[in-house]
T-cell receptor
Framework: AQSVAQPEDQVNVAEGNPLTVKCTYSVSGNPYLFWYVQYPNRGLQFLLKYITGDNLVKGSYGFEAEFNKSQTSFHLKKPSALVSDSALYFCAVRDRDDKIIFGKGTRLHILP | DVKVTQSSRYLVKRTGEKVFLECVQDMDHENMFWYRQDPGLGLRLIYFSYDVKMKEKGDIPEGYSVSREKKERFSLILESASTNQTSMYLC???????????FGDGTRLSIL
């Protein structure tokens, strides 16, 4: 069965520093991977996806993610964090039949 | 832009009541999903639907049912509400293929 794991419940980063939110996956076949962000009292917003092609995927709000097949990872990155990036981030993998399986989420705190 | 609209942002009901949560999408998406989100548990899939009149059980269907009479509308029904159904409920839709799911802003439901 497909699955994703987000090993950190919370990540703290100083404003202006680079940030990384970690995700590892387990799939049979080709992985189709997603990152979503959730702001307080809102639904999830799509940030980016990896289907095939370049290992570095660029998405919304300056975020990017690096797909690493040998390490089965899909870490979310941003070169310079903003306080407004503070939110809950979900990694996800496409399951069979268009379903998506979500990780438990990582809360990102950007400290001013 | 895809818009997924959930009829209520906040809802308070009493145990034993029959509760209806409505979701409408405007992008002619085939697939629609209902999740509940609880702290520490991430998103859990309740029911989903690939077409009008079709429904499939997700991971936690007990105590819930759904209705999809029109393509754009997917309703979640709590047959007899219980306090353990207090949660944030999220609706999502997607097209076929490898696109992301698009989420509504959620309904925060409290069962007293």
């Amino acid at each position: 069965a497909q699955s994703v794991a987000q090993p950190e419940d919370q990540v703290n980063v100083a404003e202006g520093n680079p940030l990384t939110v970690k995700c590892t996956y387990s799939v049979s076949g080709n992985p189709y991977l997603f990152w979503y962000v959730q702001y307080p009292n809102r639904g999830l917003q799509f940030l980016l996806k990896y289907i095939t092609g370049d290992n570095l995927v660029k998405g919304s709000y300056g975020f990017e993610a690096e797909f690493n097949k040998s390490q089965t990872s899909f870490h979310l990155k941003k070169p310079s964090a903003l306080v407004s990036d503070s939110a809950l981030y979900f990694c996800a993998v496409r399951d069979r039949d268009d379903k998506i399986i979500f990780g438990k989420g990582t809360r990102l705190h950007i400290l001013p | 832009d895809v818009k997924v609209t959930q009829s209520s942002r906040y809802l308070v009901k009493r145990t034993g009541e029959k509760v209806f949560l409505e979701c409408v999408q405007d992008m002619d998406h085939e697939n629609m999903f209902w999740y509940r989100q609880d702290p520490g548990l991430g998103l859990r899939l309740i029911y989903f639907s690939y077409d009008v009149k079709m429904k499939e059980k997700g991971d936690i269907p007990e105590g819930y049912s759904v209705s999809r009479e029109k393509k754009e509308r997917f309703s979640l029904i709590l047959e007899s509400a219980s306090t353990n159904q207090t949660s944030m409920y999220l609706c999502a839709s997607s097209g076929t293929g490898f696109g992301p799911q698009h989420f509504g802003d959620g309904t925060r439901l409290s069962i007293l």
